[in-house]
């Protein structure tokens, strides 16, 4: 790939797999995503395939819980209490 292709590759948002979950309820992936210049956080946990779809038997997948605009969860009211903080991950 050329250098030009690779600037051109907008980066578009960061998705974080949790592996130490302060809770068994906690999100197993969390992060952020830009589409048409607006921030969406999210949340999604981990799963495995049952066979009966698109995935064979026990292919792990993720299916998104939560997703919502940044402005709406930063200004306070129910979502502000559940705001996701990528400070509070550890490496």
């Known amino acids: ?7 051109e590759r907008p980066q578009l948002g960061l998705a974080i797999p949790v592996t130490n979950k302060a809770k068994a309820s906690s999100y197993d992936l969390k992060g952020n995503i830009m589409i048409d210049g607006k921030s ?10 049952k066979g009966n ?5 026990g292919q ?7 997703v919502e605009a940044m402005d709406a969860a930063t200004t306070g ?6 705001d996701f903080n990528p400070a509070e991950l550890e490496a």
């Open 60 to 66: 792990e997948y993720y299916y998104f819980h939560r």
């Open 40 to 49: 969406y956080r999210f949340g999604a946990y981990k799963a495995q395939a």
């Open 53 to 57: 779809g698109k995935l064979a038997a």
């Open 77 to 82: 009211g129910p979502a502000a209490a559940t």
């Open 1 to 7: 790939m050329s250098e030009e292709q690779k600037k």
